[in-house]
């Protein structure tokens, strides 16, 4: 290929990349992507450490094409990650009454950004991280976002990657809680990760061929999940296997909270359903019951293939965006098509399971219980 054609159209010459939010499998890939591609085109990148963080504090070095050798199948991110660093209300402290003490780091930003001449930015996070970009966007940063979290909840993308790994593992913990709740006699309840949102629950439920499955979106009522669990018993399957989404809750009650992080943009934790659910089901039912919280196993580890494909494409699609002039996008899936959509159309947003998806439709086709 002559110079010419490798000198991107809109004259960039040199991106920041940052990863911000919870981790999950595939920003590697994204970071290879982008790193490669806008090499290949003259464009210098600078990682940015911890996401925004790095960005506030000006931990900022350059990538080399050997920096991004051989991370496509490392999990995690080797630009490190925060979920707490906003620019726009960070905390740099307590009041005395021990609340956080905000301030907007943005300019602060601003200046980092003009010290290290970085003209665009490639985020790589979650609906709080595009919120968190939409400042620079508006003050002239050239914004690009990419799409990622397990929980499958970004508006505007009908998939991200890490959840396809999530729901692999989530499946095959599924799979191995099978044979030891049969052995025993006992109903088994895994809880995953998920938010607000259910499709990790969903999708592994259906791919373990789960019993019951609990989702946010789907409060359930107690007393039937204790009849279903009663009645399988009965007719001599002596164990119930429970896919429950963190975010579920019973009919007329709340999620539970495992904690909450005042410095944290999006500040509540959940987590402690499955193990309510385990108790009240032995308590109403006698049948001997277990939980297993699978937590961040979730987010470790290698990506399955299908979320290297896709972190792939989505970084691609990113650097297209990029050196076509097409600034302030993010890159999404819709009906297997890869596009996007303006940055903010994710912002503050949640991509929630409908009560009418098909794979609902199919999962109760096959006699799935969802408590309702
Ligand atoms: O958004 C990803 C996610 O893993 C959620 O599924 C989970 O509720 C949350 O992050 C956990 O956050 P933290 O890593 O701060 O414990």
Known sequence: MSTPDRVAASGITRIGVLTGGGDCPGLNAVIRAVTKD?????????????????????????????????????????LGSSNKANPQKFAVGKNEDGTPKWRDMTDVCMTHLEVHGIEALVVIGGDGTMSAAKPFADRGIKCIGVPKTIDNDLYGTDITFGFATAVHVATDALDRVHSTAASHHRVMVVEVMGRNAGWIALHAGVASGSDVILLPEIPFSL???????????????????????????????????????????????????????????????????RHVVLGHVQRGGTPVAADRVLATQFGHHAMHLLKTGNFNRLAVMQGGVLGDVEIT????????????????????????????
Do not use: M
């Open 38 to 78: 806008a090499i290949f085109h003259g464009i210098e990148v600078l990682g940015i450490e911890d996401g925004f963080l790095g960005l506030i504090e000006d931990r900022v070095r350059r990538l080399t094409l050997d920096d991004v050798s051989n991370i496509l199948t490392d999990g995690g991110t080797i």
């Open 223 to 289: 007393e039937k999940v204790c009849e279903f669990c009663l009645a399988r018993s009965q007719r001599g399957k002596r164990f119930t296997i429970i896919a429950c989404s963190e975010g579920a809750k019973p009919l007329g009650g709340e999620q539970i909270v495992e904690r909450v992080d005042p410095t944290s943009p999006d500040p509540i934790r959940l987590g402690g359903i499955g193990k309510w659910v385990s108790n009240q089901i032995e308590d109403c039912t006698e049948i001997e019951s």
């Open 345 to 372: 159309a994710a912002a503050d947003k949640q991509r929630l399971v409908p009560k009418d998806h098909a794979l609902i439709a199919a999962a109760r086709s096959v006699y799935t219980c969802f408590g309702d």
